[in-house]
């Protein structure tokens, strides 16, 4: 789970608290909400449950709320590069025909979703890619023309390639999940989300 979705739990669980007056103060602590939280989740399968556990860099990232100091940030930087899981042929591009498939694809981690069948990255809930899906979010920046304006580099493929495996390789509480890092997307599949932004012969880039 990631932090929104946490906080989301925590927000619900305070939600169902006496509601307070302006001039009234909180005596609900942190570990109150924690175990409201928990509780929520008591009945679900272990690898489920799971899924409420921070890392270390979650963690410091909901300490310092999302903005660390920089010791802090630059350790998670550190940390986090180090958890990229480069392709054997250390080739970043893969199809991006299959990338455009698993960016429109909100499919995956869900209860009830067949982890055989594989997950989306679902890219347009965060990003504009193409001119012809006018239904996207605006949580990330459009990614229109982003191989034009990268001139198709391969150093851009590989910066790429390490920003969707785990963005806070490069921005330390960047709210884009850490697809890689967290298995929810294969070293091939984050190949083809690359090709889709960086490929010549992508709509993104038309």
């Known amino acids: 789970m990631n932090r929104i979705a946490?906080?989301?739990?925590?927000?619900?669980?305070l939600s169902t608290l006496p509601a307070l007056g302006a001039e009234e103060k909180s005596t609900v602590s942190r570990e109150q909400v924690e175990r409201v939280v928990a509780a929520a989740?008591?009945?679900l399968?272990?690898?489920l449950q799971a899924r409420v556990e921070q890392d270390q860099t979650m963690?410091?990232?909901s300490q310092y709320h999302n903005d660390p100091p920089k010791p802090v940030a630059d350790a998670i930087l550190v940390r986090?590069?180090?958890t990229i899981v480069y392709p054997p042929d250390n080739q970043f591009m893969g199809d991006w025909k299959k990338g455009e498939k698993s960016a429109?694809?909100?499919y995956g981690g869900r209860m009830g979703d067949d982890p055989q069948r594989g997950n989306g990255g679902n890219c347009y809930a965060c990003h504009q890619l193409t001119t012809s899906e006018i239904s996207f979010g605006t949580l990330g920046p459009s990614l229109l023309g982003y191989g034009r304006a990268k001139d198709f580099s391969p150093a851009a493929q590989k910066e790429l390639y390490e920003r969707i495996y785990n963005p806070q390789s490069a921005l330390a509480c960047s709210n884009m999940p850490r697809f890689g890092h967290n298995k929810f997307l294969t070293v091939d599949q984050i190949k083809d989300l690359v090709a889709l932004l960086m490929d010549p012969n992508s709509p993104v880039n038309k």
């Open 41 to 43: 989740w008591s009945k």
């Open 104 to 106: 429109l694809s909100g």
């Open 45 to 47: 399968p272990p690898e």
């Open 80 to 82: 986090e590069k180090a």
């Open 59 to 61: 963690r410091d990232c």
């Open 6 to 13: 946490c906080a989301g739990l925590a927000a619900l669980a």
